[in-house]
């Protein structure tokens, strides 16, 4: 099962434009304009959750590299808190979703294994 984020269109618009600031910043090594370019053809209304993953950690080392000032900094911290609350909803929803399904009789697991 493949968990999806979804994300609304303003929130795309606002992840891609601080992409876009952050990888203009003068001081943006090669290195992360690419990775920063990368994320942000990534960013779409509803995003597999590795996707998200990914852009999380990569909003959460922006406020440690040279370059964006301190608004950026602060706007890249909200939303690497914003996309793991996000992701945490999404597998705490799968989880509920998967113990919710009956289990067939042929499906002894582990049980099976040991008799």
């Known amino acids: 099962m493949m968990t999806t984020i979804t994300l609304s269109g303003a929130q795309v618009t606002q992840l891609v434009d601080l992409l876009t600031v952050v990888a203009a910043a003068a001081d943006t090594s090669d290195e992360d304009r690419y990775q920063l370019h990368y994320c942000r053809s990534q960013v779409h209304q509803l995003m597999p959750s590795i996707e998200v993953l990914v852009l ?8 440690e590299r040279p370059g964006p000032g301190p608004v950026v900094r602060n706007q890249c911290r909200w ?17 509920a979703a998967i113990s919710q399904q009956p289990r067939s009789s042929t499906d002894r697991g582990p049980q099976a294994l040991a008799a």
Request: glycine share 4%; no cysteine.
């Open 79 to 95: 939303w690497s808190a914003e996309l793991a609350r996000l992701l945490s909803a999404a597998a705490a929803a799968t989880t």
């Open 56 to 63: 999380a950690g990569v909003l959460h080392e922006v406020p």
